[in-house]
């Protein structure tokens, strides 16, 4: 898969993509909205008011990787606390999170959508068997920029690769290692992600 985002002129980004490469980020972006999910439904059902005041969770994630995509806010994993400051710096964690977790829940998933519905659109209108080109505006662009680093980092997690570690060694696995498909698309994200971004950045 060697396609990546060219500047549009104006501004935003476009890309050509074949039917595999849809298919391929559609089904990874699905899977990111589902693992993402609504959170902890607020107590008044569909009530839009009562979903606004709604406290969040307060203890972070048990799946690894949504503790990725919303770890705690002030406990750094590489800073030694005592017991009191890290007694504090859970506390301010938990208080933190009730307040934005839902939130960010919310948008982390539309950013997710928003790939799914733009690949839909894409993929009704595109010639069977040839490339597509998929045009973004900036702020759908960016959209996009937030999923794929949320599905970096989801896959990321599945397969271990750590702040230190960057996974290189995991394109060494033979075709037959199950993680194998995993690893390629962890590495093909992250070239759409780095073009992305160097589309978006000013000159």
Known sequence: MSGRFEPLPGGGAAIAL????????????????????????????????????????SKPPEDPALARLFPDAYSPPDQELGAREEKEAREASAEFRRFTENDLRARKRDDALTVVRDLDALGSGSSRGAPAVLELAPERARHWLCALNDLRLAIGTRLEVTDED??????GLPDSDPRKPMVMAYFWLGGLQETLIETLMPE
């Open 18 to 57: 074949d039917e595999v490469e849809i298919s391929i980020l559609r089904s990874l972006a699905m899977q990111l909205a589902e693992l993402i999910g609504p959170g902890d439904q607020p107590a008044g059902g569909d009530d839009p008011l009562a979903a606004l005041f709604a406290d969040g969770p």
């Open 166 to 171: 960057d996974g290189g060694e995991l394109l």
